[in-house]
Nanobody
Framework: QVQLVESGGGLVQPGGSLRLSCAASGFIFSFNVMGWYRQAPGKQRELVAT???????NYVDSVKGRFTISRDNAKNTVYLQMTSLKPEDTAVYYC????????WGQGTQVTVSS
């Protein structure tokens, strides 16, 4: 059974930083491209960043240069380091493989506000 548990969100001022973590289980983590997704109020969920088993990363244009995705295959964990946060980054953040499993975790809320 796929389980994805996100953590690390919170309230941060514009320009601040957060580091999100996602612990995965129930599948062979190292075989999968992993990604971080986000869903803002009233908007569709979007893919923000991906990382392959070999460490190749890709980002949506709006976060390039500010977010860094990484993974630790020994811990079945994927991370998202977010810097220079903007109010438009406010969303619930989820991890999943890419393409995503049908099952999602509860997500972690990130709110960027002064």
């Amino acid at each position: 059974q796929v389980q994805l548990v996100e953590s690390g969100g919170g309230l941060v001022q514009p320009g601040g930083s957060l580091r999100l973590s996602c612990a995965a289980s129930g599948f062979i983590f190292s075989f999968n491209v992993m990604g971080w997704y986000r869903q803002a109020p009233g908007k569709q969920r979007e893919l923000v960043a991906t990382v392959t088993n070999g460490g190749t990363t890709n980002y949506v244009d709006s976060v390039k240069g500010r977010f860094t995705i990484s993974r630790d295959n020994a811990k079945n964990t994927v991370y998202l380091q977010m810097t220079s946060l903007k109010p438009e980054d406010t969303a619930v953040y989820y991890c999943n493989r890419n393409p995503p499993w049908l099952s999602w975790g509860q997500g972690t809320q990130v709110t960027v506000s002064s």
